[in-house]
């Protein structure tokens, strides 16, 4: 019995499987039918078979993902619900000690799937918090986020930036425009271990910065004293400036966008540093084939997604082999590579083996010193493993 309002999903016969497993994801082909008017962004409630209650989740018409659930529950998804799933979300940042750290006062507060908001980010940076949608019915709900924010947390805030033109799916009607819900600051000058970065979070890429990779940059810095390193892919050279921190001896920061490379200049500059730094506006590939042999003994390769979506994934893995054998046939002997995916459709294994046919077309002898993922500010659902979409490998190439 439909204790709802909202239009109801029925499965198939065996679909409910994943959803019985907490999998938040309901594919199209899962649905039987639907009962109701179902709208875009809209909430519904989803059933088996047999109509059995399942969970409730926000419904998309177009795409292969009809309902994305943000609860298993039975409840009332008011906003006394989501002020409980966004505190619930604060805690962990609380308790991992990110709230209170003027060392590093730049990470994400809500990821995701990872803390049961399928299809929404939130990150903050230093005072300004910046929403992203990537479903329509999460969308509809950044005013109800905004309230909650302030209501408990205005001292911290400074600004909260919707940035959704772009991630949200087509859907009639809806023109999204990239706005201030509160505030107007929009650039900061925020702290990563020590290390000072300047964001602006209407112009970078994602949501201003790529916090994500926080981590391993702290751990490249254990790694780069001493070392001639050559950054790829550098965007506004994050990996460059923790070069550069570790003792580096020189580091060069490759990227094809010269905007990217102004930002990264500026950031070397901002840290102290300038003689050693070379920043380079250049396609990377173009690089790469071209770039001196045996001059760097420390790369880093952190390419854009090569795959967004499943359909592509054998292209992707062609473009990870073609990176990975560049830098290997170049870098010195007895040096280390740092090498990444972001593409969530390309799995650990995959990744790893596109980087080991790498090795062998390159005939480059290598071990792996570290397996490397997201942060724990980026959680990773235990039920939803494609939550995990950041891999990365340290390498020993002999």
């Not at 947390?153 to 809806?174: C, H, R, W």
């Not at 964001?199 to 780069?224: M, P």
């Not at 473009?319 to 459709?345: D, H, V, W």
């Not at 071990?367 to 500010?377: A, G, M, V, Y």
Request: a neutral charge; charged letters at 25%.
């Amino acid at each position: 019995m439909n204790k709802y309002n909202f239009p109801k999903i029925i499965l198939k016969s065996g679909k409910d499987r994943s959803a019985l497993r907490l999998h938040p994801w309901i594919f199209s082909g899962a649905v039987k039918k639907t009962i109701g008017n179902a709208l875009d962004g809209e909430n519904v409630a989803v059933y088996d078979n047999n109509e059995k209650f399942l969970g409730l989740g926000h419904y998309q018409k177009n795409g292969s993902i009809s309902v994305r659930i943000f609860t298993f529950d039975e409840v009332t998804p008011d906003k006394e619900f989501w002020t409980k799933k966004i505190m619930n979300a604060v805690k962990m940042r609380d308790i991992l000690g990110y709230t209170n750290n003027p060392e590093t006062n730049v990470f994400r507060v809500i990821h995701g799937e990872g803390d049961g908001f399928p299809g929404f980010i939130c990150d903050y940076y230093d005072g300004i918090l910046v929403f992203q949608a990537h479903s329509l019915g999460m969308w509809k709900l950044e005013e109800t986020f905004k309230e909650i924010f302030l209501e408990n947390f205005s001292e911290k805030i400074t600004a909260i930036y919707d940035k959704s033109d772009k991630t949200l799916p087509k859907s009639d009607g809806i023109v999204p425009e990239n706005k201030f819900l509160f505030g107007s600051e929009s650039e900061k000058t925020v702290s990563e271990y020590g290390m000072k970065f300047l964001v602006n979070v209407i112009e970078g890429q994602k949501t201003g910065y790529f916090i994500d990779q926080r981590e391993n940059r702290n751990l490249l810095r254990q790694y780069s004293k001493g070392k001639t390193v050559l950054n790829m892919f550098c965007y506004t050279g994050g990996f460059s400036v923790a070069a550069l921190k570790g003792g580096a001896k020189s580091v060069t920061s490759v990227d094809a966008s010269q905007t990217a490379i102004n930002l990264t200049v500026k950031n070397g500059e901002l840290n102290g540093f300038k003689d050693n730094h070379e920043a380079i506006a250049t396609d990377g590939f173009d690089f790469l084939d071209q770039m001196e042999k045996d001059k760097y003994d420390l790369i880093i390769l952190d390419p854009p997604a090569f795959a967004k979506h499943a359909n592509v994934t054998n292209q992707a893995v062609k473009g990870y082999q073609r990176i990975n054998r560049a830098a290997m046939e170049k870098i010195a002997p007895g040096s280390l590579l740092f090498t990444f995916s972001c593409s969530q459709a390309i799995d650990k294994q995959t990744f790893r083996m596109a980087v080991m046919e790498a090795s062998l077309q390159a005939k480059r002898k290598v071990k792996i010193l570290r397996q490397l993922t997201q942060p724990d500010d980026h959680p990773v659902s235990m039920y939803h493993p494609e939550g995990e979409y950041l891999k990365g490998l340290v390498l020993y190439v002999e």
